[in-house]
């Protein structure tokens, strides 16, 4: 090689290294700037789209632009209500969409139910059935909400998810129908991304129809989007809908394995290289696993990816103890986090065998209630903290677990579950083995299946076709379904019929008893049938309206003496007896934790609720209450009643009942002794005596000693007002509530048993009322009003906030008492 020849090539060498230096540089400043875009707008979104919809009640018949190319949907959903002598007349082309009348709608944020702001009627031929509606009819209704998009949000892929919409809906968005769902218990999702405008492309509006003239059970249901709605906004490359499954396999004292399954969606048109990492953090947030795993994803495509991970010393999940663990997604790409997801689940391991239930190797009896899913004043559009509240009741009570009668519920009550622990019993509303009937059991088990607190899955409730050989086929379909989404758990139905017949209960992993034929069906089947696992899915059915003590057919009420009683179901407490006495039949499920509208019996018209609830549907407790209470907890109890309020019958004969569980109870009226008795577990104590005005005095025993007493007195006549809310303080975010509990009682501060004063509510600052109640089953009062009559004594108001801070005063008052007043901190 020559001088020159050399001189050139390290000319060419240094020139080549600036060019590369400086590609390499610019190359590294682009990939900056595209990580720092990337990490700026990879982060999930899932916004509340609560607030701000429109509410219009009955049908619109939709006018369809048609395009030259055949039927393109609605060209705008700016839809203008007319009425005319024909019809109700949506007009949604361009040249009407300036035509919109906001005052043909009225402003709602959701969860909101219709059916509830209704009027009670006794006309069946428009299907409000007792059984089905309390006396409420259903009928359409429609919801719009305008919403902006930013320009920055283009290329992500945004959908929109329904917790629960009662029933029947269909959704259009800027004009183009989006799709249809017909559960009225499932969720529903839909892929919005091409049909939105951003930024400077205009509003984009969302309509939806929901038609609820027909229905799905034999209670009461509602009416509209009673769930919440979440919009969702993600990279094209991300964890699926409800995409990871969580699970431990293998549990002791020292560790717990962790089996992940994530499943991640790739929605653009080319190959993605990821990177998967997972990390498992304690409750205190600390991650303590971390596994990451590389993979290939094809152009539009869904690939799973398992890893397992380890957790030392594990918390295990329980009732007692619902310690919960959470799981943080990260998918990558080129080293930027695309996507991230969080999970939440526990280590715990259940077992349902001949024996009875295990959790976590030992024996656990489950105390279980059944419950529909409304309340006081709401309907079935129950705010987060509702469903808080009457979970906390039934903690309050000594109940470990909760079963979903007769359909999915509400997310948020089983992250609720988990959070304060309670075992669930997830049912499926429909024995179906229809496509739509398939796609509903997958949707509640791809969604519910990492909660902790769901112990076994339910495939239907009381079927008719329960025993027969269709049932037994269509039963092992979604048995097998359930098998294949989730291993881990039993399978069971809850049946009151057919049991042994047409190898209806062959294809289940736990053959649910309803009532048991109330001869103890489940122990002459234990005996006759050796494979058989067995569960009290559903028990006592008790019937009593609150604060009654005799049957009144005329306005509806029942005795809470059981002076009427179905044949099905034994008395309180006394189903606990069996399972006592039979550990193998594993706890059982009371019918009902609360009452719920539609459904009363014995009594139709004018009773518009059940009876069946040992609390009423205000969350008041009836006397059956005590009963499980007693049964269920350590706390020493003793309840006497019926009250002592009983003008025109002195001398007359009458008798005390008790539930408790000392070993003896003393009895004295007017500090005179009436008798003592030992008691007989789960069973009532009676006395029989002579009515005497004055003081009824229970002394409560354990193991000779004095450890409670229950005091019930003549009352005065009403006096006041008695206002006690359940807590003080509220979020400023318009969606927190306050249940305030109103009291009727007389000058010594002792409630009035049998008060029926109206009493009127007034409120001041940042809130408002959402409901009243009073627990009165046959009561036609507007649920959505500023008073309500006391109904025994009692009845409730429910306010929520608003979106500011400040101070709100609710204030009760009646025509003839002194009132009361609350005040609530709003922050």
């Given at each position: ?10 000319v ?8 590369s230096?400086f ?11 595209a990580q720092?875009?990337?990490t700026?707008?990879s ?65 709602v944020n ?17 299907g409000?059935s ?30 929109i998810?329904?917790?629960?919409i ?24 839909y ?8 930024g ?9 129809k929901?038609d609820?003239?027909d ?5 009461y ?14 990279d ?18 020292d ?6 399954k ?15 990492v ?27 990816i ?17 310690g ?31 024996n ?12 279980g209630?059944?419950?529909?899913q409304?309340?006081?004043?709401i309907?079935?559009?129950?705010p987060?903290?509702?469903?808080e ?28 579950c ?26 509640m088990l791809?969604r519910?299946?990492?909660h902790?607190?769901?112990?076994m ?30 291993p ?12 042994n ?25 234990h ?32 005795s ?8 099905w179901?034994p008395l ?8 006592v006495?039979?550990?193998?039949l ?9 009452d ?39 706390e ?8 002592w309020?009983?003008p025109?019958k ?30 007989t ?30 005091i ?33 009682k ?6 009035v ?6 009493v ?12 009243t ?16 009559m ?18 709100i ?8 008492l ?10």
């Amino acid at each position: 090689m020559n001088r020159y020849t050399h001189f050139k090539n390290q000319v060419l060498k240094i020139l080549l290294f600036g060019i590369s230096s400086f590609l390499l540089s610019a190359s590294s400043f682009v990939d900056a700037t595209a990580q720092s875009i990337l990490t700026a707008s990879s982060k999930r979104i899932r916004e509340k789209f609560d607030f701000n919809w429109q509410f219009h009640k009955g049908d619109i018949a939709i006018k369809r632009a048609v395009k030259a190319a055949g039927y393109g949907g609605l060209t705008d959903i700016n839809v203008k209500v007319e009425t005319n002598k024909d019809a109700i007349v949506a007009y949604t082309d361009v040249d009407k969409a300036a035509t919109f009348k906001p005052e043909d709608w009225k402003e709602v944020n959701l969860p909101h139910d219709w059916c509830v702001e209704g009027t009670f009627v006794n006309d069946k031929s428009i299907g409000s059935s007792p059984a089905v509606s309390g006396y409420l009819p259903g009928g359409i209704g429609f919801y719009r909400k305008e919403f902006e998009i930013p320009e920055t949000d283009k290329g992500k892929k945004i959908s929109i998810e329904f917790d629960g919409i009662f029933r029947n809906s269909s959704v259009w968005v800027n004009g183009q129908l989006m799709g249809n769902h017909q559960s009225g218990y499932t969720p529903s999702n839909y892929d919005l991304t091409d049909v939105l405008r951003y930024g400077n492309e205009g509003k984009n509006v969302i309509l939806v129809k929901v038609d609820a003239t027909d229905y799905e059970g034999w209670w009461y249901e509602g009416c509209g989007i009673y769930r919440h709605v979440w919009l969702n906004k993600t990279d094209r490359l991300h964890v699926d809908r409800f995409g990871t499954y969580v699970t431990t396999p293998v549990v002791s004292p020292d560790e717990a394995s962790v089996n992940i399954k994530t499943n991640i969606k790739n929605e653009y048109g080319v190959i993605k290289n990821i990177t998967l990492v997972s990390k498992i953090a304690d409750n205190k947030g600390v991650i303590i696993d971390t596994k990451t795993s590389s993979q290939v994803i094809e152009p539009f495509s869904t690939t799973e990816i398992s890893q397992q991970g380890i957790i030392k010393k594990p918390l295990l999940w329980t009732p007692e103890t619902p310690g919960l663990y959470k799981l943080l997604t990260e998918v990558s790409e080129n080293g930027v986090v695309v996507d991230n997801y969080e999970t939440t689940f526990g280590v715990r391991t259940v077992e349902v065998n001949r024996n009875g239930v295990f959790l976590n190797g030992k024996l656990y009896p489950v105390k279980g209630t059944c419950n529909h899913q409304d309340f006081a004043g709401i309907g079935v559009a129950l705010p987060d903290k509702i469903n808080e509240y009457k979970l906390k009741l039934l903690k309050e009570m000594g109940s470990n677990a909760y079963r979903c009668s007769h359909h999915p519920p509400t997310p948020e009550l089983l992250d609720m579950c988990d959070r304060m622990g309670l075992l669930v019993l997830d049912e499926n509303r429909m024995l179906s083995g229809s496509e739509e009937g398939i796609k509903d059991l997958k949707a509640m088990l791809y969604r519910d299946r990492n909660h902790p607190s769901i112990f076994m899955w339910s495939m239907e409730n009381e079927e008719w076709i329960q025993g027969t050989v269709t049932g037994a086929r269509i039963l092992k379909t979604l048995v097998d379904i359930t098998h294949q989404i989730d291993p881990t758990r039993p399978v069971t139905a809850a049946m009151n019929h057919g049991r042994n017949e047409g190898g209806y209960s062959d294809v289940l992993d736990v053959v649910g008893y309803n009532y048991g034929d109330k001869g103890l069906a489940y122990v002459k089947d234990h005996e006759k049938y050796p494979n058989r696992v067995e569960f009290n899915t559903e028990t006592t059915s008790f019937i009593s309206t609150r604060g009654e003590y005799k049957n009144d057919w005329g306005k509806g009420y029942v005795s809470n003496l059981g002076l009427w009683q179905p044949g099905w179901g034994p008395l309180p407490g006394e189903d606990w007896a069996d399972v006592v006495k039979y550990p193998y039949l594993g706890g059982l499920f009371v019918w009902t934790g609360f009452d719920y509208r539609g459904e009363p019996t014995p009594y139709q018209w004018p009773c518009v609720t059940s009876h069946f609830g040992f609390m009423d549907i205000c969350g008041f407790p009836k006397d059956g209450y005590y009963a499980y209470k007693a049964a269920w907890t350590n706390e020493p109890v003793v309840h006497i009643f019926p009250h002592w309020n009983w003008p025109g019958k002195e001398g007359d004969s009458t008798q005390v009942h008790c539930y408790t569980n000392c070993d003896e109870v003393e009895l004295f009226l007017n500090g005179k002794k009436i008798g003592r008795q030992k008691t007989t577990p789960y069973t009532k104590l009676i006395w029989n005596l002579i009515y005497k005005p004055g003081k009824l005095e229970a002394r409560g025993y354990k193991n000779g000693k004095l450890v409670t007493k229950d005091i019930v007195e003549t009352t005065t006549a009403p006096a006041h007002v008695a206002l006690n809310s359940d807590c003080t303080v509220l979020k400023a975010d318009g969606t927190d509530v306050v249940i305030i509990r109103v009291a009727i009682k007389d000058a010594k501060g002792r409630v009035v048993p049998t008060a029926g004063d109206l009493v009127k509510f007034s409120i001041e600052g940042p809130g408002k009322i959402i409901g009243t109640g009073n627990g009165n089953p046959s009561s036609h009062e507007p649920d959505k009003a500023s008073q309500r009559m006391a109904f025994n004594g009692y009845c409730l108001v429910l306010v929520q906030s608003n979106k500011q801070a400040g101070e709100i005063r609710l204030k009760a008052s009646s025509e003839t008492l002194k009132g009361d007043e609350v005040i609530i901190n709003v922050q």
